[in-house]
């Protein structure tokens, strides 16, 4: 997806994109042979805006079926498997490319991408200890309170009073990488490539684009829909 495809192209990419465009008045119809990006000027929104809601649409549609009802425990799963396994493997990926584009370009950005740097190491430090914690001690917690739920059983003790406690530090933490995110967002001026972006630089920029989405998609997991459950179970 590109800000310069026409709305009809763009709404050809998926439902998500179909989704979006009417959610913003976008005559992707009629309308669709109108350059996205001039379309999105007229009517004052950012064709970045769009493109990153979109972007997330997708990838809550693969991620968002069905979780309100699941088993517990396949929620915990799924969170574990897709989201926490895609950090794992995406954050020493992009942190490798984000030292490689601030020794080749740092002193031509020296307010910028020193500063990214930085904010992205401390993200990537504060999610690796985030989901040590979510997986040695919240989530198996959350596990035993599904298998309760399911074999009717009475909810185990908890060892911290109650698990709105671990959550709410949890909760913390999240709006902290919310924070890290936007920060990234506002100094890569909205992921607009500079005009010295190599191939390295447009890869960072769609990696920081995808941990951002993927980060979006896996909080709202968590705060919406896997912690409420787990404290509407514990009230019981
Ligand atoms: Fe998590
Ligand atoms: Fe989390």
Redesign the pocket.
Known sequence: MTTTMTLADLAATSLSAIRILEQHGLDYCCGGKQPFEEACVAKGVKPQTIIREIEEAKVAKVAGRGWQTAPLDELVKH?VGTHHEYLKLGLPVLGHRLDKVVSVHGARDPEVLPHMAEVFAALRAEMEL??HK?EAILFPLIEQYGRAETQNRPMPPVPFGTIANPIAM?ER??VS?GDALGEIRTLSNDFELPSYACSTVKALYEGLKVLEADLHV??HL??NILFPRAIALEKR
């Open positions: 969170i985030h989901m979510e949890m933490e999240h990488a896996h909080i968590e705060n």
